[in-house]
């Protein structure tokens, strides 16, 4: 059961302008890379606000986190769904330290314009 999707607390949220077609790289997560214990005191006070942007490269070893609390790009605004159009992928450009992949969201399926973008926040 998820309860995720009613749209309870969620932020703004993406849509996009036009299709977008099954397999397709969408957008990259980007931010400030941290190290994981800045990112858990920075997550302590996250948690009061009531928001967080953290995302932990945990590919190999959890080392890095990504913040885009302050930097970022529009991926800063993808809300979570436990049916999402988005599937989350590391990749390695210009770098093969596997303690820091880039963070690639992919279309899972066909779509359309106008469609709010979701990706699994837990991914499941």
Same mark, same amino acid.
């Given at each position: 059961?998820? !309860?995720?999707?009613?749209? +309870?607390?969620? %932020? ?5 302008? @036009? ?15 941290? /190290?994981?214990?800045?990112?858990? &005191? &920075?997550?302590? +006070?996250? !948690?009061? @606000? %009531? #928001? /967080? ?8 070893? !959890?080392?890095? /986190? =990504? !913040? #885009? ?17 988005? @599937? =989350? ?8 330290? @596997? ?7 992919? #279309? ?17």
């Amino acid at each position: 059961v998820c !309860d995720w999707d009613t749209g +309870v607390g969620q %932020g703004w949220g993406v849509r996009t302008l @036009q299709r977008i077609r099954k397999n397709s790289f969408v957008m990259e997560y980007v931010g400030e890379i941290i /190290t994981s214990e800045e990112a858990e &005191r &920075r997550g302590q +006070v996250y !948690d009061r @606000q %009531g #928001a /967080t942007y953290l995302f932990d490269l945990d590919y190999v070893e !959890d080392v890095y /986190t =990504v !913040d #885009a609390a302050h930097y970022g790009n529009i991926s800063h605004f993808v809300n979570h769904s436990c049916d999402p159009n988005l @599937q =989350v992928y590391n990749v390695f450009i210009e770098n093969l330290d @596997q303690r820091l992949p880039r963070i690639a969201l992919f #279309a899972t399926r066909p779509i359309r314009a106008g469609e709010e973008l979701t990706f699994d926040y837990n991914m499941h």
